[in-house]
């Protein structure tokens, strides 16, 4: 058999053995992304910490916002998964039962409230400061 044709089999049969392998394992992974905005002032809120916790166990992910409150986790099985978010100054959110299905994406955006405790001390939110007051 000729190099050309070695090189060509090999290029062909590596991608249907990779496929292959991966329905084996059975690990067929979903994607879930989204933002988290500032529920009061609507603008996005870098720096949460958002965690998606696997279902049947104590093992969680974790991943933060970025500059415009988008979050994105990889490789999560198919499966219901609890999906945390925390930042100091807000009241911690859980979304239980996020289905995420094989091979598929899921989109969760939230509007994260603002700790009231927080807000009070806080000069970004002088309207709730002033109903608070009244």
């Known amino acids: 058999m000729s190099c050309y044709k070695k090189l060509l089999l090999g290029t062909l049969i590596f991608p249907v ?18 933002y988290v905005m500032d529920a009061v002032t609507k603008r996005p809120l870098p720096g949460v910490t958002v965690s998606a916790i696997l ?9 933060t916002t970025d500059a415009d409150g988008y ?25 239980p039962c996020v289905t995420l299905k094989e091979k598929a994406s ?13 807000s009070d001390a806080n000069a970004d939110y002088p309207v709730l400061r002033l109903m608070q007051a009244g």
């Open 106 to 118: 899921v989109t969760l955006n939230i509007e994260f409230t603002p700790d009231e405790m927080e």
């Open 17 to 34: 053995a990779l496929c292959a392998r991966a329905n084996y394992e059975g690990k067929v992974e979903g994607v879930l992304h989204g």
């Open 55 to 63: 279902p049947g166990t104590n093992n969680s992910k974790e991943v």
């Open 71 to 95: 979050f994105r986790f990889i490789q999560l099985p198919g499966a219901q998964v609890t999906v945390q978010f925390d930042k100091k100054g807000y009241v911690p959110t859980k979304r």
